[in-house]
């Protein structure tokens, strides 16, 4: 299970998680995060995961589609090349 740093909100860690996952590319653009998923690997509830992805979608990482889910977001959407 995921070690949580007890300094910074548990949300905060899994969205920088998950970022590092998109720049490293092991998440890759079109990948759907799934907030089950989520919410069993870091061992939260369903609305941690919400505010992470919420921080996430902000950053433009990744995009929710309603009805649809949270896909991570292609470089050429976050303005990177």
Known sequence: MFEFSPTRSKWEQIAETVADRVKSGELRPDDKLSEVELTEEFGVDRKT?????????????????TGMGSFVTHPSERGEQ
Do not use: C, E, G, P
């Open 49 to 65: 995961v919400r505010k992470a992805v919420a921080a996430l979608r902000a950053d433009r990482l990744v995009v929710t589609r």
